[in-house]
């Protein structure tokens, strides 16, 4: 298998269009045909994970944070980030990044973060918006199933909890064809009328050029006409944070203790306690400070993120417990969701989370005697 292969197998969970516009998701390092025989799965990319890299033969390192974000003017060992891609250069590995493209997957960052606390019933915090479109189709009555099949298996007519969702309307289709041609029916200069249905169903746009050529493969027209629409509604499978409940209310300290056990964090920071009892929870991994005012007018019991200003800790006003569970904590479990899509997708292939901790923040507890 290559490095690209490993990159698809992720991209079909968490499709790069789904990256925030500052993001750096994708290839890093490397070259995408090149063979993989091993992958090391990190949250970060450091010199110390190379190093791992390098130790455990692995010739692919598969991190959640990009190690590049901006441009690169020169390659010397000036700081971490130069110094960490000529040592994979150096040795020939690659470097595959999954970022805010995971963190917008419902099957991403947020969601195993969620199930981690036991949180049932989950849906997005923050759909994304214009992800959407609409495609219109007119088939003859006899490929109109043929049709639709070749659709929805790339990837149309996905909505919510359900599949293979369209609306079709039958009527007459007009058509000549002019000297040229070469008409599945009808005749060359005369004015034809066929039964046709018009095919509607919904498409995210990072899977719109694979379902119209899905279509058009299938379709026994010359010219097919159809059409594609831009929706505004949102897109319930992508989108920022997650929202879930407890299968039983809990007291905001059992609450607290849930998620620092979950975590293994040392310290929480978190708002005023509000004296209500914890059911719904809406949490986002890693800096989800602006979502906040989602998680609020979801009406959640409590919010989790990391990254929170001081003053942000004042907003809730007793109408949410705020809580901040620190960066690397409530994104590790991402490595384990990373290994998951890559053992699903192929299950001999080595894949292994790295042992280096790469969390750059520390804590110092007092010892109080």
């Known amino acids: 298998m290559t490095v690209n292969d490993i990159l698809k197998c992720i991209t079909e969970v968490a499709p790069l269009q789904w990256q925030e516009s500052y993001d750096n998701a994708g290839l890093q390092v490397g070259d995408l045909n090149a063979e993989a025989h091993k992958a090391l799965v990190c949250l970060d990319i450091t010199e110390e994970i190379v190093d791992e890299a390098i130790a455990k033969d692995c010739d692919v390192i598969v991190s959640h944070h990009p190690l590049i974000f901006k441009g690169l003017k020169h390659l010397t060992p000036t700081n971490y980030i130069e110094r960490a891609v000529m040592k994979a250069i150096k040795h020939d590995i690659a470097m595959l990044s999954m970022h805010t493209n995971l963190d917008n997957s419902h099957l991403g960052v947020s969601r195993i973060l969620a199930e981690r606390l036991g949180l049932k019933d989950l849906h997005v915090l923050q759909p994304l918006e214009n992800q959407l479109k609409k495609v219109v189709v007119y088939a003859p009555l006899s490929a109109a199933e043929t049709v639709r099949k070749a659709m929805f298996e790339a990837g149309a007519g996905c909505i919510g909890n359900y599949d293979s969702c369209s609306f079709n309307a039958q009527g007459q289709g007009t058509f000549k064809a002019n ?191």
């Open 179 to 369: 000297g040229e041609a070469h008409p599945y029916v009808g005749e060359i200069r005369k004015v034809h009328f066929e039964d046709e249905v018009r095919i509607e169903t919904v498409v995210p746009k990072h899977a719109l050029n694979q379902v119209l050529a899905a279509m058009l493969k299938v379709h026994p027209y010359e010219e097919v006409a159809y059409d594609v629409f831009a929706l505004e509604n949102e897109f319930q499978q992508a989108g920022a944070g997650m929202v879930g409940e407890l299968e039983n209310p809990m007291e905001e300290i059992d609450f607290l203790q849930l998620v620092s056990v979950t975590l293994s964090s040392p310290c929480l920071r978190h708002s005023a306690l509000t004296g209500r009892k914890i059911k719904k929870v809406a949490l986002c991994g890693g800096s989800g400070s602006p979502f906040m005012g989602d998680a609020l007018r979801q009406k959640a019991d409590a919010y989790l993120t990391a990254d929170i200003k001081y003053h942000d800790f004042f907003i809730p006003e007793g109408r949410i417990l705020l809580v901040d569970g620190g960066h690397f904590e409530t994104e590790q479990f991402t490595k384990e969701l990373i290994r998951g899509l890559i053992q699903k997708k192929f299950p001999t292939f080595a894949a292994v989370i790295a042992e280096t901790n790469t969390n750059s923040v520390h804590y110092f507890v007092r010892i109080i005697k």
